[in-house]
T-cell receptor, first 110, second 116 residues
Framework: GQQVMQIPQYQHVQEGEDFTTYCNSS?????IQWYKQRPGGHPVFLIQ?????EVKKQKRLTFQFGEAKKNSSLHITATQTTDVGTYFC??????????FGTGTRLLVSP | DAGVIQSPRHEVTEMGQEVTLRCKPI?????LFWYRQTMMRGLELLIY????????DSGMPEDRFSAKMPNASFSTLKIQPSEPRDSAVYFC??????????????FGPGTRLTVL
């Protein structure tokens, strides 16, 4: 079945540093979603990307969808302690079904 | 709206016992999903429903697992008999199913299951 790899698995940064997580698929994607899960919490939707090369921003977060629609990235500028959590990409495999990536766990030290 | 509601939030049981997890989706959402999250396997889709009908149960690990959705506002995930390897956080999520692409899924708080 569809597999979605994310790198890195884990990153520890100092507050104020930037952070990027990458999501890669072996197949062309129709769209991709990003979710954030705080420690002890549940996944919460952040954004959906649909178009090739699409770039969307949410404050300090920048999301990109690759030109070939096989990869995506999430970049956080000047991390804050509130950014702590695990970031998942999720891809649609038909009929509203999502396959979640392996996730990148972000730890931010003050 | 109260969001997706799951109960219980925590469940500790002994191997061999039956476990029933419950979910109330957001009102008006036509899709309901059951996920399992573990450190080893990540977030896995077990089964999902559309208008109370199971659409894809290929993620259900084995016959010990069963899920039902008797009406639009209630679903259960049952494990019988439970085993220690079933220990995980089980999430329920729902979506409207109205997007031409892929809908946002709204997750419940999860049920943390521990099987001793």
């Amino acid at each position: 079945g569809q597999q979605v790899m994310q790198i890195p698995q884990y990153q520890h940064v100092q507050e104020g540093e930037d952070f990027t997580t990458y999501c890669n698929s072996s197949t062309t994607l129709s769209n991709i979603q990003w979710y954030k899960q705080r420690p002890g919490g549940h996944p919460v939707f952040l954004i959906q990307l649909v178009k090739s090369g699409e770039v969307k921003k949410q404050k300090r977060l920048t999301f990109q969808f690759g030109e070939a629609k096989k990869n995506s990235s999430l970049h956080i500028t000047a991390t804050q302690t509130t950014d702590v959590g695990t970031y998942f990409c999720a891809v649609n495999t038909g009929f509203q079904k999502l396959v979640f990536g392996t996730g990148t766990r972000l730890l931010v030290s003050p | 709206d109260a969001g997706v509601i799951q109960s219980p939030r925590h469940e500790v049981t002994e191997m061999g016992q039956e476990v029933t997890l419950r979910c109330k989706p957001i009102s008006g959402h036509d899709y309901l999903f059951w996920y399992r999250q573990t450190m080893m396997r990540g977030l896995e889709l077990l089964i999902y429903f559309n208008n109370n009908v199971p659409i894809d149960d290929s993620g259900m690990p084995e016959d010990r697992f069963s899920a039902k959705m008797p009406n639009a506002s209630f679903s259960t995930l049952k494990i019988q008999p439970s085993e220690p390897r079933d220990s995980a956080v089980y999430f329920c999520a729902s979506s409207t199913g109205q997007s031409p692409t892929t809908d946002t899924q709204y997750f419940g708080p999860g049920t943390r299951l521990t099987v001793l």
